[in-house]
């Protein structure tokens, strides 16, 4: 391997810093310990890179995960040794579900001491093998820009995922006057697949003889950077669109296509349309269980096209009729260049399309309850459906994923495969930082709020001004919906008896704090929203609220249940 020899003694935290400053990296959410002392004495005097201090490991995660999704760039995570890192697992699992480019440092002891169960010391390393898209374990300080060059590479190439870097505190510790040569050299990774050109004029000459085809937007439209692409194949064919939870946004709420998010808490409109459908076209999408509860029902009457990155993903859940393995922007990029096929689906957009009329989200509204459903609207109407939205995970996630009206890409960051409690703040913080000029709400409910509200200490600090939408229901929501459907309302460990003074919580952290519990003064007080300082806004909600509707888990997606009508119309979910 060639040297590269160095102007002076360098030690291996300043080689980290410099290489991450070369990159590009701008930010590092951390929290120090033994481990990595050596490379936060280095951090102290070093310019060019902001360290955001969290209050715990995972918080650090979350806000690199937030930071990450609502901007597209890398990450970066620093923590230490033993409970340091593992407190740490909790994001990096979360990020790989995701799909989210994250490079995380991890401390560990001395290189003499591994293995030998000193202080904080543990594998992390086999600990996050199955939870990264690849780790390292640094044994020679002149491999330190070599590795953190490759793993940055590794973490936003391809599927994007978390790249974990096992630090050894006398790898950071000493100095040396060369290094290897940094080059990206790894011939057999192909981060990149372009599609096939066969594949891509069978998908359209499949959709030149559909009469009822459907479009899955899935947060890999995001996540390739394809947004416009996709966009503008939805205009050249008018076929009507389907969008995961990750993918809203990829096509506007309001547009005349969009049937909305599918799956267990999606609309009836775009349940029905996947039922009916022909053909279906996945861009993106993993077909994950939320959306495909029952794999055996799924499209049975459709042929099934799916384009992804990752060839793992095809045919992996739903059997797939034209499988492509390429990079999304390359594949629509050559889809929007070939000559249009002839295609007219004119009355099939009137029947799925009608349905979002006669059955749409609705909620009743008493007098005496606010329902978190008119309070996400009129937020959504008092931010002209412009904000970035963070969610925690529960009932709040779900209300906000059916009544925030989403226009734009990488508009929601939530947590969608591990469905993390305790997400929700963290992220936000980090989406915040990645968008200064933005408006960023997060939504959260009592039980996550509980998990990771220490990094509320984060916004007076660093000026974030995040507001934090408290929907409070005294119990687990989501836990407790599920008890009182299929365990005979057995809400066992679900309801919160005794809770904070949330008030006096956001006083305690100089935050902006109200509370809501009148549903006439509503529509007034949220009117707050739009100003540009930290809150926190605790919306007193029933302790009975349930989100509807709702597909049973392992039914079909026209089992759906919760469903309200407009009129008096029977409709068709045969």
């Known amino acids: 391997m060639n040297k590269i020899k160095l102007e002076k003694p360098t030690s291996g935290s300043q080689l980290v810093l410099e290489t991450l400053k070369n990159l590009g990296v701008e930010i590092i959410f951390g929290y120090p310990g033994g481990a990595m002392l050596p490379l936060y004495d280095a951090i102290h005097s070093f310019e060019g890179i902001k360290h955001i201090l969290a209050r715990h490991e995972q918080g650090a995660t979350h806000e690199a995960e937030g930071y990450a999704k609502s901007s597209g760039k890398v990450g970066v995570v620093v923590v230490t040794s033993g409970p340091g890192a593992t407190n740490a697992v909790t994001g990096i699992a979360d990020a790989y579900l995701d799909s989210v480019p994250l490079l995380v440092f991890t401390g560990q002891v001395g290189r003499q001491s591994i293995g030998k169960d000193a202080f904080q010391e543990a594998d992390t390393v086999g600990i996050t093998a199955p939870i990264t898209k690849y780790n390292y374990q640094i044994r020679d300080t002149a491999d330190i820009p070599r590795i953190v060059t490759e793993a940055y590479y590794l973490a936003q190439t391809g599927r994007p995922g978390p790249v974990e870097i096992d630090l050894p505190k006398d790898v950071s510790t000493l100095e040396v006057t060369e290094i290897n040569d940094p080059t990206i050299n790894l011939p057999h990774y192909r981060p ?3 599609a096939n050109n066969h594949q891509l004029n069978e998908l359209l000459t499949k959709l030149s003889v559909s009469k009822c085809p459907v479009l899955i937007a899935g ?15 939805v205009e050249k064919y008018q076929i009507p669109v389907v969008s995961t939870l990750l993918g809203l946004g990829t096509l506007p709420i309001d ?42 029902k799924f499209a049975e009457n459709a042929v099934v096209a799916h384009i992804d990155i990752d060839a793992a993903e095809l045919g992996k859940i739903v059997k797939t009729d034209i499988p492509i393995h390429s990079d999304l922007k390359d594949a629509l990029t050559k889809l929007l260049n070939f000559p249009k096929v002839d295609t007219d689906f004119t009355d099939w ?10 059955v749409p989200f609705a909620y009743e509204t008493p007098q005496d309850e606010i329902r978190p459903q008119e309070a996400i609207e009129l937020i959504g109407k008092y931010t002209d459906g412009n904000s970035i939205i963070v969610t925690d995970v529960g009932q709040h996630q779900m209300w906000a994923a059916q009544y925030y009206p989403y226009k734009n890409a990488r508009q929601l960051i939530t947590s969608g495969g591990m469905g993390t409690m305790g997400f929700g703040i963290p992220a936000a913080i980090g989406a ?10 997060v939504f959260v409910g009592d039980g996550g709020f509980q998990m990771t509200n220490q990094e509320l200490a984060l916004l007076n600090g660093y000026g974030i001004a995040i507001k934090v939408v408290l929907i409070n229901n005294h119990s687990l929501g989501m836990v407790r919906q599920w008890q009182e459907s299929f365990y005979e309302e057995r809400r066992s460990q679900s309801v919160f008896d005794a809770e904070p003074n949330f008030q006096l919580l956001a006083e305690a952290y100089g935050i902006k704090h109200l509370k809501l519990e009148n549903p006439k003064t509503l529509a007034e007080d949220l009117k707050i929203i739009t100003k540009d300082e930290p809150m926190l806004i605790e919306i ?23 469903l309200t009508f407009t009129d008096d119309r029977e409709v068709d979910n045969a």
């Open 192 to 194: 990149t697949e372009s």
């Open 219 to 233: 947060g890999g439209i995001n996540y390739s950077d394809s947004v416009s692409e996709f966009r503008e194949f």
């Open 255 to 296: 547009h005349e296509l969009q049937l909305g998010m599918a799956g267990m808490h999606g609309s009836y409109a775009a349940n029905m349309a996947l039922v009916k459908a022909d053909y279906i076209i996945n861009f993106g999408s993993r077909f994950d269980d939320r959306v495909v509860s029952n794999p055996l």
């Open 349 to 358: 957009v009137q029947l799925v399309t009608e349905n979002k009329k006669k």
């Open 432 to 441: 915040k930082l990645a968008n200064p000029d933005k408006n960023v709400i």
């Open 540 to 562: 007193v909600i029933s302790k009975s609220e349930h989100v509807l509707p709702m597909i049973p888990a392992g039914l079909h997606n026209d089992e759906m249940i919760g």
